[in-house]
């Protein structure tokens, strides 16, 4: 079959708005391209003004599952039918499937962190983990490494108050393993010093100001620790590059795009993702 549409092709898609700097779309069709799959995934720029009127379009056309991205996330809960617990704690939906012309709701970033450390043999099982940042994505991923059994979760923010949001979700919630504190030098080094995984989520050092750091002082960071930084343009933040230089293992945001999107591509499609072709998406990351 080639891959050109027919009467055949199912729509996958993706609302947001801007929309025009998505990596999804090519992530999408080239899973599709490589399977020989007969889908499309197409990216609709829709604002918030139009979601609802937009939610009952894409029902009425069949259209078979879409990614929901900044500013719908939270706003596209109330138009759908059932949403999982996961993405409930979350207060966040990022992938929706129709069944039949039921809207589900699920979100997959949190699991694409997660799949992205075990592609890295990472393990955050029984981990002491500092996180930087208490915005959406770290809500997203903070939720999940809690119900993936992480021994406890520090979140440290700016605006105190909304790493306590995250924190009496997860302790009331989940278990009751997370505390937070103002964002400093000297809480970084206080409660990084004794943690395992480091995890940066604002968004300081990403394009075009690629010669930010969130850190400043890294005696605190040693060699056995993991440091993730969720950007992934640039690839190598300044945070990364300093974190290797010091031996950590690092990891950036790309393997967490990429297995957000292989996630909800499963969700969508229910074929299972090979290998090869993972490692073949993952390349893009070290050319
Ligand atoms: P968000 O909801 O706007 O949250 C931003 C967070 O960064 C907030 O905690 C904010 O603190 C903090 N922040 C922003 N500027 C700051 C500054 N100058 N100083 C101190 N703190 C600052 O954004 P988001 O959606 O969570 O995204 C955050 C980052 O994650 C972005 O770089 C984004 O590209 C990346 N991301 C990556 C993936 C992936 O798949 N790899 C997915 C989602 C997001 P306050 O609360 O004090 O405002």
């Given at each position: 079959m080639d891959n050109s549409i027919n009467g055949h092709t199912k729509v996958l898609g993706l609302i947001g708005?801007?929309?025009?700097?998505?990596?999804s779309p090519g992530i999408h069709n080239t899973i599709c391209r490589h399977l020989n799959l007969n889908y499309t995934y197409v990216p609709f720029r829709v604002s918030p003004d139009n979601l609802k009127e937009a939610v009952k379009g894409f029902k009425a056309l069949g259209v078979t599952g879409f990614n929901v991205t900044i500013p719908h996330k939270k706003d596209i809960i109330k138009y759908l039918d059932e949403v999982s617990k996961e993405a409930l704690l979350m207060g966040a939906v990022n992938t929706v499937k129709n069944i039949e012309g039921k809207l589900y709701g699920y979100n997959t970033d949190g699991e694409g962190l997660i799949k992205s450390f075990k592609s890295e043999h990472?393990?955050?099982?029984d981990k002491k983990v500092v996180v930087i940042g208490a915005g959406g994505a770290s809500r997203g991923i903070c939720i999940k490494m809690a119900m993936e059994g992480v021994r406890h979760i520090t979140i440290l923010n700016r605006t105190r108050d909304k790493a306590d949001n995250i924190c009496n979700v997860i302790n009331s919630n989940i278990q009751d393993i997370a505390r937070s504190a103002e964002w400093d030098g000297s809480t970084l080094r206080q409660y990084g010093e004794q943690c395992d995984v480091l995890i940066h989520t604002t968004?300081?050092?990403?394009?075009?100001?690629?010669?930010?750091?969130?850190?400043?002082?890294?005696?605190?960071?040693?060699?056995n620790m993991v440091v993730c930084d969720?950007?992934?343009?640039?690839?190598?933040t300044v945070l990364l590059q300093k974190a290797e230089e010091k031996g950590c293992k690092i990891v950036n945001g790309w393997g967490m795009l990429l297995f957000q999107a292989i996630s909800a591509f499963e969700i969508w499609t229910g074929v299972k993702i090979h290998r090869d072709l993972i490692n073949r998406l993952q390349k893009v990351n070290r050319s």
């Open positions: 708005d801007p929309i025009e700097h998505s990596l990472i393990s955050i099982k968004p300081i050092g990403m394009y075009p100001e690629t010669h930010r750091c969130p850190v400043k002082d890294f005696d605190f960071i040693h060699s969720l950007i992934y343009n640039p690839f190598k």
